[in-house]
């Protein structure tokens, strides 16, 4: 009955499996292999089973699969003096993980021994408390700092360090290294909440509260309060929500001439979005990058890039370390529960892994602050564990190069952890960008008083403060350059200018998305408006991105567009997904236009858009006392009643569940956000409804809906309503 919704592991997948045209045709293939899976145990050989809540291809599922492979090569795991036992993979595909309780039927039917993930909060939130049922260890990638403090059930274990401890080392490393008292923060979704006041706490602490706050919520607000930022002038700006929105509002602070220090926890995946040398110097947090310089992480960048032909995350990392865990708490004698919370230091792809040491579960509190370079790719700066930093001394897992030996002539070395290169030789000056601890340069100018050094920093003069660096050479011989005679912001900042005359400037002038909401597994349209605005024809070019959740590839060439001409393309696809996400359109992206420096800055258009379930009816409806509401309208049954019980309230009639939902509105509602686990109420008393609150229904015939309360007493209740189909 279950057998489409897993695959066992195949020690030889075909590179063909990442190809979108022959993947369907392999996957077919490995289903009719599910039965072969136990052919081991012919030879006398016992498999041991891990299921993984991933696609086959997915990046927990790859890390984990290249550490089975190198531990089954090697023998297997040691469960006994005389006994060796194989372990097996077992993915879990999205579709199975939509049906919690029929999963933890099928997993217990597999006899599986542990499980691997959920990756994201969300769906670790939702499928834990049911997978706990399995009685086995879960080990998750997910960083929500409730998971483990909520459990009860001592099953469930961490595989990176936690929100709040990323967040404990980023402040350390702000506030005590480099010695920051004035970090603003930009929130640009509620998700982020938890990780912002991870940071917030900490930096508090440390006696540097974030200030201001920013919450952006509306990509229209960007422009707005990114002009805010800049009035503030904060040393750093911290920012959180999804890419998108984050790299508009950095665009906007570059655009604006703001040289302080950009911060995003998920620096690489922002550094991949922004034009090259634009993304140098943004600061991040990770618990893995495949920067790493120690012998493990290279050898196992290699592997997986030999395997998959594409370089591994730090869930890929993730995956691999909670394999190596399992296989080393296996081979202990007792349970595999005890023997993971009773794990010595085990070696990691994330350094020292220490279980025992840990509460609620945790296996590490390892976190690297990373530094992109111009080309976006992550360079490890510091290391942090437990919230204090460390060196490779203390722990040789993580190798730092040393400094290379330096030829004649006068050189500085950078002693701290970052040190910042300014325009001019005062702290009144731009920063200009950031060199790391170890990074050597050539000095080609000095101040009068020798307190500031001048070298070439990406093409323009760059002073550091000398009492922060190390000199080798005399600066006597070095001649004195006189400083810049007023502050002035670095050539490379990008300034606001008029398109250049007799140049094409190509703009995406507006998306309009139909239908709106996008209907899950219908075909939808964006109608894409694209204008000339420069003083010269095109040529034909391209327009289109590639879009969450699924990474939908939509393309449309454009004719030749003279000055001031428009142009409307369709790009229409299929989504199979619920939801609301931000997409970035991107016009020329074949760089067919030679629109000049000015106008290749306006090429990215972002795009909000919902997905969502077909709605079977709404409508809006009031409720007198005793009055009941039948969601679909099918006159069937009833779904709440108001005052049905005699208490004035909102009851849930047959069997129908009721509960709160919070942090959206109706309009931006969508399917998924009504989690049937979260209804579990009967009744919701009027002292719980205001105008605006929303509540969550599974109706009597098994349907998601959601009422939005418009006006209410105690004798009547108004409410605007939806209702999807198909459970």
Request: hydrophobic share 45%.
């Amino acid at each position: 009955m279950y057998n489409e919704m897993y695959l066992p592991d195949i020690q030889q997948r075909d590179k063909a499996m990442r190809n979108p045209r022959t993947k369907l045709i392999c996957i077919l293939l490995l289903v009719l292999l599910v039965p072969l899976s136990g052919l081991s145990a012919q030879n006398d050989i016992p498999t041991l089973t891990i299921a993984v809540i991933d696609d086959p291809s997915g990046p927990l599922m790859d890390g984990a699969r290249l550490a089975v492979r190198q531990i089954n090569a090697d023998g297997g795991v040691a469960i006994t003096a005389t006994t060796t036992a194989q372990l097996n993979l077992l993915p879990v595909l999205d579709t199975a993980r939509d049906n919690p309780e029929g999963l933890v039927a099928a997993l217990q039917a597999q006899d599986v021994i542990a499980v691997l993930g959920p990756i994201t909060n969300d769906e670790a939130i939702s499928l834990i408390p049911q997978l706990v049922a399995l009685g086995v260890p879960i080990i998750t990638p997910a960083t929500s700092d409730t998971l483990l403090t909520s459990d009860a059930s001592g099953l469930v274990f961490r595989s990176r360090a936690s929100d709040v401890v990323q967040g404990q080392a980023l402040a350390a490393f702000l506030i005590q290294e480099l010695g920051l008292r004035t970090i603003a923060t930009a929130q640009m979704d509620i998700a982020s909440t938890a990780q912002l006041l991870g940071f917030a706490t900490s930096a508090s602490t440390l006696g540097a509260a974030p200030s201001p706050t920013l919450f952006i919520s509306d990509a229209s607000e960007i422009a707005t309060q990114a002009d805010q930022l800049i009035a503030a002038n904060p040393e750093a700006i911290l920012a959180y929500g999804d890419v998108p929105s984050v790299a508009s509002l950095y665009a906007a602070l570059k655009a604006g001439a703001w040289n302080g220090l950009f911060i995003y926890p998920d620096a690489a995946r922002l550094g991949s979005v922004l034009p090259d040398g634009l993304s140098s110097g943004i600061l991040g947090t990770t618990t893995w990058a495949y920067t790493f310089t120690d012998t493990l992480s290279i050898n196992f960048v290699n592997l997986h890039v030999r395997t998959y032909g594409e370089i591994p995350s730090e869930l890929a990392a993730a995956g691999y370390d909670s394999i190596r865990m399992l296989a080393e708490a296996l081979a202990q004698p007792n349970d595999l529960r005890t023997n993971l919370l009773t794990l010595p230091e085990a070696r990691g792809l994330q350094g020292v892994l220490d279980p025992s040491t840990l509460a609620n579960g945790e296996t590490t509190e390892n976190v690297a602050i990373t530094r992109l370079n111009e080309f976006g790719a992550p360079e490890v700066i510091a290391l942090y564990r437990r919230g204090e930093p460390f060196t490779a001394a203390q722990d040789p897992v993580v190798i730092v190069p040393t400094a290379t030996p330096l030829p004649d002539g006068t050189f500085v070395t950078i002693t701290s952890t970052l040190q910042n290169v300014r325009s001019g030789p005062s702290m009144d000056y731009p920063i200009l960008g950031q060199l790391n601890e170890g990074d050597q340069a050539e000095v080609v100018g000095r101040s009068i008083d020798s307190q500031w050094v001048v070298i070439e920093f990406i093409g323009d003069p760059g002073w550091l403060a000398v009492d922060l660096l190390e000199i080798t050479g005399s600066l006597a011989d070095v001649p004195v350059v006189a400083p810049p005679t007023t502050p002035v912001p670095p050539t490379s900042a990008v300034q606001p200018t008029a398109t250049p005359a007799g140049t094409p400037d190509v703009i995406i002038q507006s998306a309009v998305v139909n239908p709106t909401p996008i209907i899950s597994g219908q075909t939808f349209t964006i109608a894409v408006t694209v204008t000339n605005i420069g003083a010269a024809p095109t040529g034909t070019f391209s327009v289109g991105g590639t879009f969450a959740p699924s990474n939908l590839f939509l393309s449309g060439q454009v004719p030749a567009l003279a000055p001031g001409q428009s142009l409307v393309v369709n790009l229409s696809g299929v989504f199979i997904a619920n939801g609301q996400f931000t997409s970035s359109l991107i016009i020329d992206s074949n760089n067919q236009v030679n629109e000049g420096a000015v106008g290749e800055q306006n090429n990215i258009y972002n795009l909000t858009y919902s997905i969502d379930r077909a709605i079977l009816r709404q409508a809006s409806q009031t409720l007198n006392l005793g009055d009941t509401l039948d969601l679909e309208g099918n006159g069937v049954q009833g779904d709440v009643n108001w005052n049905a019980d005699g208490g004035v309230g909102l009851d849930g009639l047959f069997g129908a569940k009721l509960g709160i939902v919070s942090g959206v509105d109706l309009n931006a509602i969508t399917y998924d956000a009504i989690n049937p686990a979260n209804l579990t109420r009967d009744s919701i008393p009027r002292a719980e409804m205001f105008p605006g609150t929303l509540i969550g229904v599974r109706t009597a015939d098994g349907n998601r809906g959601v009422l939005r309360v418009d006006a209410v007493s105690d004798t009547q209740i108004t409410v605007t309503f939806k209702v999807y189909s198909g459970g």
